[in-house]
């Protein structure tokens, strides 16, 4: 079952443009069910499973036998490479391997520090946004990605200007599918290739230079390159939350309040462990309202 096709050629594409593709996909699986198919460009045929027994068994069960669909694959190639978003099978399986150390509570732990810091650093700009004002409302998902290459020392970096420009630039939709069926349009002369290549190249050659810095460095940080690379080395040769559901606890602002009082006080990894509702509140946000809204895939 499915929604009856709206343009032979578009598909049902045209009809998704203007809207926010999970509440599309939820709208049409409450009305089909938790498996329905749909149409794409140039009519192609999509399956669309939401049932959670089904789910389980591709993500889950048999996650490497059902091939991840990558939008765009070669553009995404440009600027992420062959990590572990685009790797399958094997090659996934190595890249998973070599990054699990990474993740590890040891290492988090010496992380936390930063990750305060670089807090403190958001908390300050809201509190001169908000000044002497008893109630201001301000947009506090703007600076996150800046706060993100802090944590990093990349702000302000040639990298992080490249990167802005091209996740900036915010090519129309149908652009994009047009440059997925026809590739030859990324090599018009148009503005915005041109500015997309010149960041691909600025971000191949940093990120070059400080992989190439970090394996030569006689002493090792405790970065997020440097425990990748000291992961990689010891190997065999081989959406957000949203804001206004976390601000909106009372329950859990008392909790960060009691423990934590002053907002100028940077937390140890100890008393961040204390807040267990904020942990619930983290994994309930997760649950209802993933990161992740779809996944595509394809089956042979």
């Not at 992080?160 to 994009?176: E, F």
């Amino acid at each position: 079952p499915g929604p009856p096709v709206d343009n032979v050629i578009l598909g049902h594409y045209a009809s998704f443009l203007n809207k926010e593709l999970g509440e599309v996909f939820a709208y049409l699986s409450k009305q089909y069910g938790g498996i329905f198919k749909y149409h794409g460009l140039w009519n192609k045929p999509y399956i669309v499973i939401s049932d959670p027994k089904l789910v389980q068994q591709v993500l889950v069960n048999r996650p490497y036998e059902y091939p991840r669909f990558v939008f765009n694959r070669n553009m995404v190639k440009e600027f992420l490479g062959d990590g572990i978003i685009l790797a399958e099978g094997d090659s996934h399986k190595r890249q998973r391997k070599m990054m699990n150390p990474l993740f590890a509570f040891a290492n988090v732990k010496e992380m936390v520090p930063t990750f305060v810091q670089a807090g403190h650093k958001l908390k300050d700009i809201w509190m001169k946004q908000i000044g002497d004002k008893k109630e201001e409302r301000i947009t506090v998902t703007t600076l996150i990605p800046k706060i993100t290459l802090d944590v990093i020392g990349l702000v302000d970096s040639e990298l992080a200007q490249a990167y802005k420009t091209i996740v900036g630039q915010n090519p129309s939709p149908l652009y994009m599918a047009l440059v997925e069926h026809f590739p030859f349009l990324r090599n018009l002369p148009t503005d915005y290739n041109k500015q997309y290549s010149h960041s691909i190249k600025i971000i191949n050659n940093v990120s070059d230079k400080l992989v190439v810095e970090q394996k030569n460095s006689p002493v090792r940080g405790t970065d997020l390159l440097s425990l990748l690379i000291k992961s990689n080395e010891t190997l065999p040769v081989d959406e957000q939350l949203t804001h206004n559901e976390l601000i909106g606890q009372d329950r859990l602002r008392k909790e960060v309040l009691d423990i934590l009082p002053d907002r100028n006080h940077h937390p140890t990894i100890d008393e961040i462990e204390h807040l267990k509702y904020l942990e619930c509140v983290f994994k309930e946000t997760l649950r209802i309202i993933p990161p992740g809204i779809v996944q595509y895939f394809f089956i042979f």
